[in-house]
């Protein structure tokens, strides 16, 4: 199995237009935002989630150019974790395929219907199909849906549609015994996760934060704390952050590389020579950038 990481930034991308924060201005790599390419072939490619940068994504990445026919395409279909606009939006720049299929989340589904009317939108350019996660069937991969929160985006908080709203997918090679898990969005650390991780080779996990106050800080955008609580993303660090179990697993799981992705502009770790990058590394997880590809 062959994985792209078009973009690793959270919503609004690295730096933000709207930010001038100490690490907007600080020169580092930009990141566009969240998206991954898989392919078990390496000439059929589903994207994890469509950002609104995918067009720049897709020419920045050779095997997922147009060619060799004039109008030839190597996407295959779409597989979006949730209803958010930073994860959906890039189907609307997706609509001159002239139809591609879709998954996600029944409530997913529905606010893209119903709230954010994109299905209706994208349909008039196309055939393209829409399906449960229930029901997906990739080219030479296998793929598991597992629930992880029912945040609403908040153009859907009126919804009364049940979750769940975000998922995490669990992607098997079945020919490689490959095993890739993309949680790009994590509440918490539901039960199952651990079961769902365990045999991985590769998990792309909920980096946004890399503390539980980080952006009411003294050099972060400062929009307070109820704005970051409030977007569900289980920060790296602190009282049940993320890198301490990886810490942990270390030992137990030599098998498995986890890396960090869907980084918020105001995550220190984005600097490559702060204590905060370094402890990650040393913490036993990864913070590789847009382009990073990964073969399992």
């Not at 919503?11 to 935002?33: E, I, V, Y």
């Not at 609104?52 to 920045?60: E, V």
């Not at 026919?69 to 279909?77: D, Q």
């Not at 960090?260 to 040393?282: K, M």
């Amino acid at each position: 199995m062959k994985v792209i990481l078009l973009g690793t930034a959270a919503g609004g991308g690295f730096p933000q237009w709207n930010c001038a924060c100490r690490l907007c201005t600080s020169g580092a790599t930009p990141r566009t935002q969240d998206c991954v390419a898989v392919s078990a072939d390496g000439r059929g490619w589903y994207l994890l989630n469509a950002s609104p940068d995918i067009r720049a994504q897709i020419l920045a990445t050779r095997a997922l150019r147009a060619g060799p026919g004039p109008r030839e395409i190597p996407l295959r279909g779409v597989l979006l974790t949730d209803a958010e606009l930073d994860h959906s939006l890039g189907l609307l720049m997706l609509r001159e395929a002239g139809g591609l299929p879709v998954w996600a989340p029944d409530a997913v589904l529905h606010a893209l219907s119903a709230h954010f009317p994109a299905r209706s939108i994208i349909d008039g350019y196309g055939g393209w199909d829409w399906s449960s996660t229930s029901d997906i069937k990739l080219d030479g991969l296998v793929v598991r849906a597992f629930p992880v929160s029912d945040k609403r985006p908040k153009y859907a908080r009126s919804s009364t549609e049940d979750g769940p709203w975000v998922v995490a997918y669990r992607i098997e090679d079945p020919a490689t015994g490959g095993v890739l898990v993309y949680a790009p969005c994590l509440r918490g650390w539901p039960d199952g996760f651990d079961e769902l991780t365990g045999d991985a080779d590769l998990v792309l996990l909920d980096g946004t934060f890399h503390a539980a106050d980080e952006m009411s800080g003294a050099t972060s955008a400062r929009v307070g704390d109820g704005a970051q609580l409030a977007m569900g993303h289980l920060p790296i660090t602190g009282d049940g952050g993320s890198l301490a179990r990886i810490t942990r697993y270390r030992a137990a799981r030599p098998r498995t590389r986890w890396a960090f992705t869907h980084l918020n502009n105001t995550n220190p770790v984005l600097d490559p020579a702060s204590a905060e990058h370094a402890a990650v590394l040393a913490g036993g997880a990864e913070l590789p950038g847009d382009g990073t590809e990964f073969t399992l």
